[in-house]
């Protein structure tokens, strides 16, 4: 056993959280991880493109 009090032991440990993160209502709103460009898929282009046409064709046909 310790012969630290509770309230010490407390204090020892490292924080989860800095201060930073901790809004004052007490939220924390961590850093997120950044998001990486990936390569574009053939289904990811197919359904850009149709969004254009379609958009391009709206505008243009009325």
């Known amino acids: 056993m310790s012969d630290a009090s509770p309230a010490e032991e407390e204090t ?3 924080w989860e959280f800095s201060l930073e993160e ?3 209502g007490g ?3 961590p850093e997120p991880e950044p998001i990486e460009a990936g ?3 053939a289904e990811g282009v197919f359904f850009v ?3 254009i046409g379609l958009t391009i064709f709206v505008l243009v046909g009325f």
């Open 12 to 14: 020892e440990e490292e």
């Open 22 to 24: 901790v809004t004052e």
């Open 27 to 29: 939220q924390v709103h």
């Open 39 to 41: 390569s574009p898929t």
């Open 49 to 51: 493109l149709l969004g």
